[in-house]
């Protein structure tokens, strides 16, 4: 198990966010529109330059993330249901393609892959040899139709992997080559809670391009030079005041239909003073454990490093593998035993480094208000209801001793 890798205390000030790129744009750039052919030819230009594009995609009766070759791969004219345990897809009564809110899948799957080989290590020949090359070039990904709440994640990975003093060499490779062409969210969850975390639903940082989809195509913002140069080779034209009026009313109107406004002021000092709650013994009861709520998160990082030897014994692999602070197995310490032997503290755990150690570490909460481990707990635990009843109960004693570890 790797500790947390390059965390560290943060002094920097506790503000959404820095940017990996520096836009270019702020301010002089006109905002630009495309109709749907125009929209296609930009996904053949990313295609033309090397990009290895990445988009929503129906695979499996979910909006996933996949390779997309141009418009027909995307969900055109589908809409999704989301709720504490629950997802669903809908026929929608336009043709939208960034009609639903976000699937299970987020950037993090492509840029640090759920398992991935560090190292081979072999004898030929009796001479011990260690390769640390990557499988060939990395690959250049350009994400399109990525939400500001998925945007402010990878800048929240950017810090765990690039923030500290060391750098993660994978992570960076993979990094450093995308492209981000994001979506303005018109659309919703109803799990979604990013206007009170600050991270949505207007694309505010991190991108290349941000469209917001209104009747007719798509209205588009440069964010970088590159940027503007794909949207120049598509023949984007500059927006009318009537289609941005458009874009920012769709936005807006997005806005006000986000209905869960949790209370987050002091939750971080709330919840370092509840670890003895007997609200985590009662959560503890319905968790499974599975571990889906740390899988489906965009901002969660843990992972494993995990060594398999050949059955001759003359070839061995070090990979990298996610974990989840879930699984009993994460908590065990030299020693033998584990630090966090049930499942309340495990629970624990997870929400109190979301929504305070992590603001310690990285100087930003670990949470982005997607919903993503709402909709994805196969057994309806909805994050906002435990902070709620934490905060509603605030001091309550369980006098089992068994939950005390320490949380920071
Ligand atoms: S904790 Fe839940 S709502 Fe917050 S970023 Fe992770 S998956 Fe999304
Ligand atoms: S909270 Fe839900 S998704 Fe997370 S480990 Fe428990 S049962 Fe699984």
Known sequence: MVPLASCRKAGEPATFLREHRERKSEGTEPVRFMDRPAFGRLLAELARRGYAVIGPTLRGGAIVLDHVEGLEDLPRGLGSRHGPGVYSLLRRDDDRLFGQAPGPDSAKRFLFP????????????????????????????????????????????????????YRDEPYEARRDGAFFLAANCTDPGQTC???????????????????????????????????????????????????????DRAVRQAADRIDRRPDLRGIGEVLYRNAGNPVWDEIAERCLACGNCTAVC???????????????GQEAERSREWASC???????????????????????????????????????PGCVGCGRCVTWCPAGIDILEVLAAIRARDGERDHDERHRTAVR
């Open 298 to 312: 965009p901002t969660c990082f843990c992972h494993d490093v995990v060594d398999t030897a050949s059955i001759t």
């Open 326 to 364: 879930f699984s009993e197995e994460f908590t065990h310490v030299a020693g033998g035993s584990p630090i966090r032997a049930s499942g309340a503290s495990r629970y624990r755990q997870w929400l109190t480094h979301k929504f305070a150690s992590w603001r310690d570490q990285f100087g930003v």
């Open 193 to 247: 809670f990013c206007t009170s975390t600050g991270t949505g639903p207007w694309c505010r940082a991190g991108f290349d391009v941000a469209v917001t989809e209104i009747d007719g195509g798509m209205v588009a913002e440069v964010g970088t030079a590159e940027g503007r140069e794909v949207l120049d080779a598509a023949g984007a034209r500059e927006a009318s005041p009537d289609e941005i009026a458009a874009s």
């Open 114 to 165: 759920p398992r991935e080989r560090l190292a081979t290590v072999s004898r030929p020949g009796g001479r011990l040899t260690v390769d640390r090359a990557a499988d060939g070039e990395p690959p250049r990904y350009a994400f399109v139709g990525l939400r500001a709440c998925d945007l402010q994640a990878v800048l929240i990975q950017d810090r765990v992997f690039l923030g500290g003093p």
